[in-house]
């Protein structure tokens, strides 16, 4: 059994007898780090390590075409630059970090409606040129290939087309312009992706949200009733009813009160379940026994030597592996504090884990 076998028997509530193993991603500095310390060059960190990654079908599923990218001004520090998706943010040259965000394209309904040319499914150029010969070589390969991303979001698109704290103010102020962006969002999801569906045969659907922090989600329960549960319930039941799809939700930060709700829009998981925000997967797997559920490692403890490693892989994977429905990775990137042999280790540790348990 290959390693995206293991993901689908995984996802489908079996026990293989390979773990599938890989991480939600990695720091370039982490990966700069790794290759200092011997990683080879010519591999990325997936294939240095033996383990799986996830990929996407090369098809433009946000703007297209995009805004022409350009730098408006810059320091000896930072750049202030305007991106793809038209938003104006300043840049650190030096490190990995959040943006400074100064501008976003959308603020009101007119500036939506200016968009939508760039919104049409049918748009000619959003599938590659080759598009055939790339289909015929996807069922070879051994990595996950998952529907979506950023792109398959009725919280995150949103905010990556307004800014967070203009999203917050409009659910309020003008939830005409929410609702036009996710009735507009749901039409363009199922139009792109049935195509895709009909052509590919992906491992899982992939949405992506973050919209939670330390101490819990960013909008209430209730706006998420009113705003997103309707258009997550459209969307899922309608590719579900079009394949044998299990459906997981990204949110970084608490997102107790999310489970609910998502589990009744017909979500099937969930990660990273950061455990500095409070997130413990064993306590979730037991008010939750269904749940799909990846992450829950606490990727602190992995920067902290190997005993440190041998206790936080105590503390979760017995319990978990003696469930089923779960993958095992960091609640987060592999930050650049994990040395490249402790992240082996604690893949190695992990595996024989795996086997004892199973």
């Not at 005409?176 to 139009?191: D, G, P």
């Not at 009160?257 to 500095?276: K, R, T, W, Y």
């Not at 402790?342 to 884990?353: C, G, K, V």
């Amino acid at each position: 059994m290959n390693q995206r076998a293991a993901l689908r028997a995984i996802l489908h509530g079996e026990r293989p007898e390979e773990l599938c193993q890989f991480e939600w991603g990695y720091w370039w500095e982490t990966i700069a780090r790794w290759r200092a310390e011997g990683m080879p060059a010519d591999q990325e960190p997936w294939e240095a390590a033996g383990i799986t990654y996830y990929d996407r079908v090369p098809v433009a599923t946000r703007f297209y075409p995009g805004f022409t990218t350009e730098v408006l001004s810059e320091t000896a520090e930072t750049r202030t630059v305007r991106d793809w998706m038209g938003v104006i943010k300043e840049e650190s040259k030096t490190a990995t970090a959040l943006p400074r965000f100064l501008k976003h394209p959308v603020a009101s309904l007119a500036d939506f409606d200016a968009l939508k040319s760039r919104l049409d499914p049918n748009t000619p150029g959003r599938f590659p040129e080759q598009w055939e010969a790339v289909v015929r070589t996807l069922p070879t390969h051994d990595y996950a290939l998952v529907m979506g991303g950023t792109e398959i979001s009725f919280f995150g698109w949103h905010r990556d087309l307004m800014g967070v704290e203009n999203l917050l103010v409009a659910y309020y102020d003008q939830p005409e312009l929410i609702h036009a962006i996710s009735e507009q969002h749901l039409a363009f999801l199922k139009t792109l992706y049935t195509r895709l569906v009909r052509e590919v045969q992906f491992d899982f659907i992939f949405m992506w949200e973050d919209m939670s922090f330390k101490n819990g989600p960013l909008i209430s329960p209730a706006l998420m009733r009113e705003f997103m549960l309707p258009y997550y319930q459209d969307f899922i039941s309608y590719f579900k009813s079009l394949g044998d799809y299990k459906v997981l939700v990204d949110s970084d930060g608490d997102v107790h009160q999310l489970l609910p709700l998502m589990l009744e829009a017909g979500v099937d998981g969930m990660l990273p379940f950061e455990v500095a925000a409070g997130m413990d997967v064993c306590e979730i797997r037991r008010e939750y026994p269904e749940l799909i559920i990846a992450g829950g490692i606490d990727k602190r403890e992995i920067a902290g030597g190997r005993a440190a490693i041998d206790r936080e892989l105590e503390r979760v994977l017995p319990f978990m592996f003696a469930h089923r429905r779960y993958l095992p990775t960091l609640d987060h990137h592999v930050p650049p504090e994990v040395s490249y042999a402790d992240f082996l280790y604690y893949l190695e540790r992990t595996r024989a884990i795996y086997h004892a348990c199973c």
